[in-house]
């Protein structure tokens, strides 16, 4: 039984064109090296002052694509489906991005988990079930990626994968 969902953002629910290519630039600046893959992982090492750096650089990409973002019409229809159930959000997008797309579409979360509070797509899962106090079980993650499927597996959860 469904008794919460749990959202990704890109790609599921909207689709934020960020420039990728020059973004990666910008952290292998920044962080004065080549690997920046797999990007998470790389940040997670990083000290306090240089990750600041790369999230501010990441807000700014961000907030710049927002101007172009669009809707998935199926993610949203799902959101519709399940809007009498609690739902949080988890996302590698920024607090500063997040909370104007969802002002700008009208959504609601108990609960928001961003790339600022965990940048695995694992630990963010663990953390929403926590708030809401759900076991995993009954739990439905929907996402995007092949990423996301695994995450859910991992942590024992319903997955569903919209349409791109």
């Known amino acids: 039984m469904i008794e919460a969902v749990i959202f990704d953002l890109d790609g599921t629910l909207i689709y934020l064109p960020v420039d990728y290519e020059r973004l990666f630039q910008d952290f292998s600046r920044i962080m004065k090296t080549e690997k920046v893959h797999p990007l998470t992982k790389v940040i997670s090492s990083l000290d306090r002052k240089t990750r600041s750096k790369i999230f501010q650089v990441w807000d700014n990409a961000e907030l710049a694509a927002l101007a172009n973002m669009t809707v998935n019409e199926d993610g949203m229809g799902l959101y519709k489906k399940f809007l009498g159930k609690p739902k949080a959000l988890v996302t590698m997008q920024g607090e500063a991005l997040v909370q104007r797309v969802l002002k700008?579409?009208?959504?609601?979360?108990?609960?928001?988990?961003?790339?600022?509070?965990?940048?695995?797509?694992?630990?963010?899962?663990?953390?929403?079930?926590?708030?809401?106090?759900?076991?995993?079980?009954?739990?439905?993650?929907?996402?995007?990626?092949?990423?996301?499927?695994?995450?859910a597996k991992k942590v024992g959860c319903q997955f569903l994968r919209v349409k791109k």
């Open 104 to 151: 700008r579409l009208g959504l609601s979360f108990k609960f928001v988990v961003t790339r600022e509070c965990c940048l695995d797509r694992t630990g963010q899962l663990k953390i929403a079930a926590e708030k809401l106090k759900i076991p995993f079980k009954n739990l439905l993650f929907i996402g995007n990626t092949a990423d996301d499927s695994l995450a």
